[in-house]
């Protein structure tokens, strides 16, 4: 049986990694527009990739059964890339936790009971989620192990209380890195592991949306102000990835790599700190 790479967001993200990750292997790419898959798809089959495409919407657990079920089908799975997602300036606060924090949570449950022995998982999250402060104990458990059904009704991310849309883009991307931990237990049993990558900002259509969106001067000033000062690219993320991912990286699991130049360090420590 053939083995298959996931890859689910067609972004130019997910495609750096597959790329990284990919020889020899299948790559099923997915994304909730077919059309970007599509395009997608051409621009790695013109590189000698083998490559199909689906829809998905990570936002439902019927999409992504759908997709499990078409993936144990189509081959072995052996890796799994999660780069999906909206960020703040795209949707609403409870869009962004119905998608970057459920839909997330979904995944790497559904993708762990089929991923294979020696396989793994990656899912990117965020600096983001490292910029709010330390969580309650409680609430850390909740996001980690909170069965996913249930994850939205959680008190402290109700509409009520969540009422910012880069509130809940940090809640869900440290959620990410939780359920991580958690999740990492499970793929453990299969073989397998899982960790997440947290960009910072990283130069894509998504990126690029915040940088001309009502944020946007706040985010030029953080890349100026970053101890790299710059932005990174899709092919840094794909490279962590490629460790993460391949025999070099059998002894990282559970694991969330910060990769933002430095921009959380100056945000805590540095130039960047809120009352600077």
Known sequence: ??????????????????????????????????????????????????????HVDVSSRQSILSLVNLASKAGSVKGVIHAAGVSPSQASPQTILQVDLYGTAVVIEEFGKIIEQGGSGIVIASQSGHRLPPLPVEQNEALATTPTEELLSLSFLKEDTITDS???????????????????????????????????????????????????????????????????????VGAVAALLMGPEGTFITGSDILMDGGVTASYWYGDLKPDQ
């Open 1 to 54: 049986m053939k083995e298959l790479i996931v890859v689910i967001g067609a972004g130019s993200i997910g495609q750096a990694i597959a790329r990284r990750v990919s020889q020899g292997k299948t790559i099923l790419l997915a994304d909730l527009h077919v059309e970007n898959a599509e395009a997608a798809a051409k621009v790695l089959r013109d590189s000698g990739f083998n490559v199909t495409t689906t």
């Open 166 to 236: 880069l509130l809940a883009y940090q809640y869900s991307k440290r959620g990410n890195s939780l359920r991580v931990m958690a999740e990492a237990n499970k793929w453990g049993k299969r073989g397998a592991r899982l960790n997440t990558i947290s960009p910072g900002i990283i130069f894509t259509p998504l990126a690029n949306d915040e940088l001309s969106g009502p944020r946007g001067a706040g985010y030029r000033n953080m890349l100026e102000r970053s101890p790299v000062g710059r932005g990174g690219t899709p092919d840094e």
